[in-house]
């Protein structure tokens, strides 16, 4: 699976939105952009996945640049418990053994 | 429904001893994958188990680390001769999906922490 790069750490506003950015310049056609976060003191869950177009559900939105070498999560109104590292991973069709590689990740802290 | 779980939720051992660390998939779930996350580390890739498929090992640090999954269901991880550098959160996850598509969500328990004094 192809590599991301995700800034270490971002701030928000609570009831704000918040962009968080992922590159990916050399994902390749079969990559899937998958985003998981970690609560402090909890396993990783499943936030959103995407291959070209743009996504929704309750939790966020995920942003695919047109030429994919970059995505974008978005938390449309962020609480406290948004607080957590945001990992942004690509999973190709026949990735290797199903495991997920995780990066260091993107540790998002919000303001009351 | 019931998620992931795992025991213990904490594991404190002395150093040599071996331990056994336990994970219940979600009912199901024909793929399981262990993970661990050392402090100040991210998390990385231990084993994967997936239906009657020989198990993807390529992630076990070193031969003390060994798992089975009996009946396709539940897992045991165990780590023989504990070190120090093996205290970390060890995760657990299962997957309904075959792991050889790159759509299938995988779902975490909550960990289990293992302190090797």
């Known amino acids: 699976d192809a590599k991301t790069t995700q800034p270490n750490s971002m701030e928000s506003n609570e009831e704000e939105p918040v962009h968080l950015p992922c590159n990916h310049s050399?994902?390749?056609?079969?990559?899937?952009i998958h985003w998981y976060r970690q609560l402090p003191s909890q396993g990783p869950e499943y936030v959103i996945h995407?291959?070209?177009s743009n996504v929704n559900n309750r939790m966020a939105s995920l942003a695919i640049a047109e030429d994919r070498k970059s995505s974008t999560l978005i938390l449309h109104r962020a609480t406290l418990r948004d607080a957590a590292v945001y990992y942004c991973?690509?999973?190709?069709?026949?990735?290797?053994?199903?495991?997920?590689?995780f990066g260091q990740g993107t540790e998002l802290s919000v303001k009351p | 429904g019931a998620g992931v779980s795992q025991s213990p939720s904490n594991k404190v051992t002395e150093k040599g001893k071996d331990v056994e660390l336990r994970c219940d998939p979600i009912s199901g779930h024909t793929a399981l994958y262990w993970y661990r996350q050392s402090l100040g580390q991210g998390l990385e890739f231990l084993i994967y188990f997936q239906g009657n498929s020989a198990p993807d090992k390529s992630g076990l640090p070193s031969d003390r680390f060994s798992a089975e999954r009996t009946g396709g269901s539940v897992s045991t991880l165990t780590i023989q001769r504990t070190q120090q550098e093996d205290s970390a959160v060890y995760l657990c996850a299962s997957s309904l999906a075959p792991g050889g598509r790159g759509t299938d969500t995988q779902y975490f328990g909550p960990g289990t922490r293992l302190t090797v004094l």
């Open positions: 050399t994902i390749s056609g079969t990559d899937y």
């Open positions: 995407g291959l070209t």
């Open positions: 991973i690509l999973r190709g069709f026949y990735n290797q053994g199903g495991k997920l590689i």
